[in-house]
């Protein structure tokens, strides 16, 4: 596009105002609820069902939802990562 700077930023304007819009929205319905994942996007552990009722939407299991948070649990100890690592192969 040649010389359409201006145009191109009227253009970037309006993506930005409908993206706005769209976090207004999602804002307006509070929880961006989705839908709750059976297996942990992260590890593939399985969530359990108790865990997916309490919190629509839930994509990580107890313990990656823990580490995310920046708050391990006292489960386990700090090898955590690795031991989960090995169970995967
Ligand atoms: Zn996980």
Redesign the pocket.
């Known amino acids: 596009m040649a010389g359409g700077w201006a145009k191109d930023g009227a253009v970037s304007e309006q993506i930005e105002a409908s993206i706005n819009d769209e976090l207004a929205r999602m804002k307006a319905r509070k929880a961006p609820v989705g839908e709750s994942l059976k297996y942990?996007a992260?590890?593939d552990?399985e969530i359990p069902e108790r865990r997916r009722v309490a919190l629509p939407g839930v994509k990580?299991?107890v313990?990656?939802a823990a580490e995310r948070d920046g708050r391990p649990q006292d489960r386990g100890g700090f090898n955590r990562r690795g031991s989960k690592d090995s169970q995967l192969k």
Do not use: A, N, T, Y
């Open positions: 942990c992260e590890c552990e990580l299991c313990d990656c």
